[in-house]
């Protein structure tokens, strides 16, 4: 039968298991030669991709867990239920359900199998573990800097002037350290919490980015270092949120400005892409370039692109997958900051539906470029 017929001349309660996200399989248990699949329905079919009436059931499940389970709920006559993971490029954990029916036709006892897809579920929960793990880790040492440094004071360098200034500026260092981890965290529990909202805003890139090169003045003046802002034919307008988008062109430039040397210079560049193509073309030669985060592209879709380069001392290949995880740091090239930053940008950007394109080379320097539907 079609899954045309399947979904018009099917009993209502097949027309229903068609329907269903989870994949349902009916098994025949007695069959000559091993359980036998009598039906699946149409997230069945899709998943396995062959014919499954008829067909053995090791054809498509070759997982011993879910087997016994079988043997188990046919020994039992109960219901049982096993968690199992299936190996491939991606790794998916799965849940599957194991209901006896009673007789069959035949001989033959029939089950219904049913299989959800907890690969979600998991990868978030062991992200919230990690996330949990590296906050408190990153938390767990400044404080116990200060802890070491107050006991230190109240003893033997309470008296010693010298030792009190040294020890107090690493304090208010380490106070600081903690002060800005607390509010990328808060920043970053914000972004998250609306991800999935899309912002309705309009936003001016090229004023936005002028704004953010006056603001960091200090920063550059401080480092020796020269910011020179490059701006093509307009219009720079895209739909968002101006101080989430302030946010991440402040976060890329001041990492561009903190990772050079001095006497160098961060170029930021902005320009009108026709395509998305053209938006995340590579812009430096010899280097690598990754994709950190990609939109869904539509033929018609015009981009604004910001790109930010440095020219610095560059980040090996096999680090640039991973900048964009939560508390990475390039070995090396710590920087004082909380590991969060481009955790931050990869959210906000994604909640704006664009695009993040980083290229580097080491000694020649890094590329990041951000590209954002044009309106």
Known sequence: MSEAALLTDAPPAQRILELLPDPVLLVRAGAAGGPEIAYGNQAARTLFRIELTGAPLGAALRQPQVLEAIEEALATEAAVEVAFESIGVQPRFWRAFVRPLGEGEGDGRDLVLMLRDETDARRTERMRADFLANAS????????????????????????????????????????????????????????????????????????????????????????????????????????????????????????????????????????????????????????????????????????????????????????????????RVEGQRSGGTGLGLAIVKHIINRHRGGILVESAEGQGSTFSIYLPAV
């Open 137 to 328: 880790h990153e938390l767990r040492t400044p404080l116990a800097s200060l802890a070491g440094f107050v006991e230190t004071l109240r003893t033997h360098a309470r008296d010693d002037k010298d030792a009190r200034e040294r020890f107090l500026g690493i304090m208010a260092e380490q106070a600081g350290r903690m002060a800005r981890l607390i509010d990328d965290l808060l920043s970053l529990s914000r972004i998250e919490l609306n991800e999935h909202i899309a912002p309705e805003g309009t936003v001016d890139l090229a004023k936005a980015t002028q704004d953010v090169a006056d603001a960091i003045r200090p920063l550059t003046a401080d480092r020796g270092v020269a910011v020179v802002l490059e701006t093509g034919p307009g219009p720079f307008s895209v739909t968002g949120d101006r101080d989430q988008l302030v946010q991440v062109i402040q976060n890329l430039v001041e990492n561009a400005v903190k990772y050079s040397a001095v006497g160098t210079t961060v170029r930021v560049k902005l320009f009108a892409a026709e395509s998305l193509e053209a938006a995340r073309a590579p812009s430096r030669e010899g280097a690598v370039a990754l994709s950190l985060l990609s939109p869904d592209a539509a033929s018609s879709q015009s981009y604004v692109t910001l790109r930010v380069a440095d020219a610095g001392r560059g980040i090996a290949r096999q680090h640039l997958p991973r900048l964009s995880e939560r508390f990475y």
